[in-house]
């Protein structure tokens, strides 16, 4: 993984620093509803297939426990009368010596087998719809994801030089993902792959990428960090002229921290990051992620969010571990208008 690692950055950065070609929107803002309504500090808890995106990591904790009981052979034991009685506990001594044995039932937890659903869709400020469905499943101490997402631009009015209207457009971005993530222990990796289309006015943008995950879990379960890269990826423009131009898309790097209280207060979570654009540090900078979930009881639970400078709010309802169901709402970047997210999660 390290060596992976090393060489993806190295050819990276070996990019020529061309212009972004794309705007790969729906790439930057991420899909879900509970990322939005945590403010987009979703990858240190991400543990359904959306995170093909958010962190491959967390692909890992796509499986379900299994508690199987044992039965094993331990030396016997017994308890020493009062005082000192030098012969029992010579006799004691000998018996478990001996290998005397006596049997006793406990209980292994291991990991089992599961699949899970996940499907999105977004309503953006300006008529913009953004939409993304995934599916993962348990792979040996790991688990693989794959997706398929994108935006649609519709209603877009064009004209020609004299002023008249000559229709309206509709403008589509598409991505595709496949991921795995391992886990052992308190860590877990994962890695991404995808690739992007941009039906542009005149043309289009084609592009391929990979996204790189950590999770850790510090203090289980008091607090867990984690830390991603998305869109190490190049894109081509072509026009209908069938000019081409190479380019890359902007790069994220984000960090998140989970707090969990303790009890009796562990139905309240606080999630602290931020998300830096690499290849636009003086523009984009570096923006906060931080977002506040309270549960109410075991089926539901409250969101509040601030990704930068957009505030978010949430409700969510878990049945079980079976179905799972989000709503958020936030403000786009301008606080003009009101951006709705929802999200469902199946798992069997």
Not at 20 to 42: M, P, R
Not at 199 to 210: C, M, T
Not at 220 to 234: E, F, Q, R, T, W
Not at 293 to 322: D, E, Q, R, W
């Amino acid at each position: 993984m390290k060596s992976l690692l090393v060489l993806i950055l190295a050819a990276f950065f070996a990019l020529p620093a061309f212009a972004v070609t794309s705007s790969a929107e729906f790439l930057q803002n991420g899909f879900g509803a509970k990322s939005a309504g945590l403010g987009n500090g979703y990858g240190v808890v991400v543990s359904d297939p959306s995170a093909v995106y958010w962190n491959p990591a967390g692909l890992a904790q796509i499986y379900t426990e299994k508690r199987t009981t044992q039965t094993v052979e331990a030396p016997k034991g017994a308890d020493k009368p009062a005082g000192d009685d030098e012969e029992f506990n010579k006799l004691l001594d000998d018996q478990n010596a001996a290998g005397s044995k006596e049997s006793k039932t406990v209980e292994i937890t291991e990991r089992g087998m599961q699949t899970q659903l996940n499907a999105s869709a977004s309503y953006l400020s300006n008529g913009r719809l953004m939409y993304f469905g995934a599916a993962g499943m348990t792979i040996g101490n790991g688990g693989i994801g794959v997706g398929y997402g994108g935006s649609r631009i519709g209603s877009i009015s064009t004209y020609d030089a004299s002023g008249t209207a000559t229709g309206s457009n509709s403008y589509l971005s598409h991505v595709a993902y496949v991921g795995y993530g391992w886990g052992a222990g308190p860590l877990r990796l994962g890695i991404s792959g995808f690739g992007v289309r941009e039906d542009l006015a005149g043309g289009a943008v084609n592009g391929a990428g990979v996204n790189l995950g950590a999770q850790l879990a510090v203090l289980p379960p008091l607090l867990s960090v984690a830390a991603d890269i998305k869109n190490l990826a190049a894109i081509q423009s072509r026009t209908g002229a069938g000019f081409k131009e190479m380019g890359k898309l902007d790069t994220l790097f984000s960090f998140s921290m989970q707090i969990q209280a303790p009890p009796p207060n562990s139905n309240f979570k606080l999630i602290i990051g931020f998300t830096a654009n690499l290849d636009k540090p003086a523009g984009d900078g570096v923006k906060l992620n931080m977002g506040m979930a309270y549960g109410f009881n075991k089926y539901m639970y409250a969101m509040l969010g601030l990704n930068g400078s957009k505030p978010a709010i949430g409700l969510g309802v878990n049945i079980g571990k079976t179905f799972q169901m989000a709503v958020s709402a936030n403000r786009d970047f301008l606080g003009r208008e009101f951006q709705y997210f929802g999200e469902l999660n199946f798992a069997f």
